[in-house]
Every structure is written in C-alpha cells, then in structure tokens.
C-alpha cells in the first residue's frame, strides 16, 4: 500500500474539515458584537448565529447529488469557492440580511463537504486505516474550531480592527479557503465513484493500482461484485427495505450527536463561560482552552479507533458524557442566581469549566472521532451519496434547532435544566451503543455491505 499517498490525499481532502470547524466556531468571538452593532432581538440574534446551520441542512442535504454526478474531487473543490466568497462577504457585510445570507453560503460549504470530503477518504482508504484516514476530517474540524477561537482571541486582545474586531474575525477563513481550493488540484478521482457511478473501471484500476499494486485487481473485482444497481439508485429506492438497517444507524448516530449539546457549547462557548462570572477576555481565553482539549483528543481518538474499534470509543464517551454534563447541571442547580455578584459566582461555579472541559474531552474521543467514519461505512457503494447525505443531514437539522433555541432555552429554563436535558439524551445514546450499533472496524466496504444490508 502506498501510504504516503493515501495520506497526502486524505490530508489534503480533510482540509474542507478545517474550513468546517473555523467557520464553525469563528461566530463565537464574533455574535456578542454583531447583536450590538445591529441591535438584534433575541430571536433575530439566534437567526443571526444560526443561519449558518440551515444552509448547512440544505448543502448536507443535496451535497450527494454534486458528489455522485461530478465526483467527489471537483465537489469538494467548489466547496472551497463558497467558504472563500462566505468569509469574505460576511466582513464586509453594511448589514444584517447581507451577513446571514453570506453565513448561509458558508453552511452550505459546511453541509456539503460533510458528505463529499468523509466519502472520498473512506473511498480511498484499506479497511485496517480507514478509521484513522477518516477521521483525519474530524482532527481538522478541531483543529479549526481551535484556530478560530485562537484567531478570535488575538483579535480581542491586541484590539485588530478596533471596533470592527469581529469583521477581521470573519475575515481571515479567506486564507485557508484558498489553500483548500489549490489542494483539490493534487488528489484524483475516488476509484469506486469512477467506476459505480462513470462506469470507468480502467480509470478506477489506475487509481487503485497507485494506492496498492498487488491488491489492485482483487479490489476492482470486489467493487464490481458489489455494484447491484449501478445507474439506477434513486432517492426512492435508497429508502426500500435493503437499506432500511444503515438508514436507522445514520440517523440515531447523527441525532445522539448532536442532542449531546456539542454544537450549542461550541457556538456559545464564550456566554457559557460568562455565565459563571468570567469576564469577556478570560471567557475567550477559556474558548482557547476548549479548543486545545478538543483537538488533544480528537487526536487520541484517532489513533486508537481502529485498534479499540468504533464500539468501544462510543462506550467510553456516552459515560463520559453522562457524568460531566450531569455535574454541569448540578453545579447551576446549586447555584439557581445567575444576577449574584461575580464573587459569588465565581466561587460557586468556579468548576464548571473543568467539566467542560472534561465533556469535551470524553465528545472528541467518542462521537466526534466516529460519527463521520461510522456514517462513511454503513452505506454500500451505489448508495453511499444518498447515506452520507442523510447522515449529514440529520446531523445538521438538530444542530440547527438546538443552536437556535439555546439562548432562549437559557433564559426561559436556566442552564440547570438544559443540561440535565442534554444528560438524559446521552442516557438514551448509552442503549443505543448498546443494543443496536455495530462495530465495523477491519472490515472492507465491500463485507459491511454484506453485514448491514442482509439484516
């Protein structure tokens, strides 16, 4: 196997998961100052942090149709396009509807290359790594989310911008837009979509040959064996019986993920920190730290799950989970006052982010290393479009009802509830990993076809 090859292609590929995670997380230095510049209701405001999410619903939900019609290599290139136009049109933005509808295109770079970029590498990458080459998508969506809350940090601290801070906040994702743009001109196309999806198996068999010349032949032969409907899977047919098992797994996996309240305490990492009494430059420092433990374990994560396997990491998380967002719960019980001077709070609430940073630490282990490998593997070839954007989809639609009503839950049900609410949902992902969810470690595409589809 060529290893450094796969390497370099997933790492380039993965780079749309740095995009992902900046332009994630960049609004959290950014929200405070735009509601007050515009002077945004509370429901304008969410709409504001969130609109992102929805276009990251509609580019998860049809990024399977670019990526099976024009490959998933070009997709993910004019992906690139629109986190470069987002970013920059977001800066610039004299108003709120301008900035949304910049932020909306972002999300669909988002959700799109949710679907293109964890496809690709799985499509490319032998089963004994494809844990690892996959979830090199997932260590460089931390890895943004951590720049983007270093970024927004200096920002703040050496005053960039004055005033208009949180436009060059916006503004920097135009670098790395463009280095990913440049990358998608070094990777080839996937091997299966050339020859499931152009019924080109001399095109596929060169590229397999330059991933691994002694198996390329054996692999070329398993594809086609696999390859039932080839040209005519429709969006109908993805949902008939055959399916109906890894359709299931998709959508429980995405939904636990995001019902952890990942998404919300990303987005909101600064407000949470502020609740309990840190001041605003301390609160995005804290951000800093949120992203370093993240991307710590992301990278643990990583190398571990294809030697532990995906089971095993969900079990570890969905405990981890359990206990630290049941401490955060019980520490703003005990603490019902929010209004109490900053002493008090802070003398009170002075553990809150540990457990945060615990939380975090047990998500990057568990579903943040698995949910896009897992989600990339349950499919079989011909209809692994249609699977990654259900996934993807379902992932994306609760982040954005959960981020949107986060700051309204907050006032109207107080922090307390909506964490012991988020504890119960990862009660309810334990049984799953219990009861339902396969391991799928080691096992070619091809075989977890045969697994999951006959059930």
């Known amino acids: 196997m060529k290893k450094n090859r796969v390497l370099s292609w997933s790492i380039a590929v993965a780079l749309g998961g740095f995009l992902f995670g900046f332009d994630t997380a960049v609004i959290s230095g950014a929200e405070q100052a735009i509601q007050e510049l515009w002077q945004l209701s509370e429901f304008s405001h969410g709409l504001a942090v969130g609109i992102a ?170 594809i086609q064996r696999s390859d039932h409907d080839r040209g005519r899977t429709t969006l109908t047919s993805f949902f008939k019986a055959r399916y109906r098992f890894p359709v299931m797994l998709a959508f429980l996996f995405a939904f636990f993920n995001q019902v952890s309240g990942i998404n919300a305490i990303i987005y909101y990492t600064k407000r949470i920190f502020e609740l309990t009494g840190q001041e605003s430059t301390a609160a995005l420092a804290s951000t800093v730290g949120i992203g370093t433990v993240n991307l710590i374990f992301t990278m643990v994560g990583m190398i571990i799950i294809d030697r532990l396997g995906r089971k095993t990491l969900m079990y570890i998380g969905s405990f981890g989970l359990i206990l630290t967002l049941g401490l955060v719960a019980f520490a703003f019980y005990a603490t019902p006052d929010l209004t109490a001077p900053a002493q008090v709070l802070q003398q009170t609430l002075a553990r809150v982010p540990y457990f945060l940073f615990g939380y975090i630490a047990f998500f990057a282990l568990s579903q943040g290393a698995v949910i896009w490998v897992f989600i990339s593997e349950i499919f079989p070839n011909e209809v692994r479009g249609y699977g990654q954007s259900f996934g993807s989809f379902t992932h994306w639609i609760f982040a954005a009802v959960i981020a949107s009503v986060f700051p309204a839950a907050l006032t109207h049900f107080g922090p307390g509830n909506v964490f012991l609410f988020f504890t119960a949902m990862m009660v309810l992902q334990l049984l799953f990993v219990w009861r339902v969810m396969p391991e799928t470690k080691g096992v070619s595409l091809e075989e977890l076809e045969e697994q999951l589809t006959n059930r």
């Open 53 to 222: 999410l929805y276009g990251t619903m509609l580019g998860a939900l049809l990024g399977g149709y670019p990526a099976d019609r024009l490959g998933r290599r070009k997709t993910l290139f004019w992906i690139g396009i629109l986190y470069f136009i987002s970013a920059l049109g977001s800066a610039l933005a004299p108003g709120p509807t301008i900035f949304m509808t910049f932020r909306f295109l972002g999300g669909l770079g988002v959700g799109a290359s949710s679907v293109a970029a964890p496809m690709y590498i799985s499509e490319v990458s032998p089963a004994r790594v494809r844990g690892r080459m996959v979830a090199l998508f997932q260590f460089n969506i931390v890895f943004g989310i951590l720049l983007a809350y270093l970024s927004n940090y200096l920002i703040d601290l050496y005053q960039v911008g004055g005033e208009e801070a949180w436009r060059w906040m916006m503004g920097v994702e135009t670098i790395p837009a463009l280095l990913f743009v440049s990358s998608m001109l070094i990777v080839p196309n996937s091997p299966r979509w050339l020859l499931v999806k152009k019924g080109d198996p001399a095109a596929a068999l060169e590229v397999l040959q330059r991933i691994d010349p002694t198996r390329a032949e054996d692999q070329l032969r398993a």
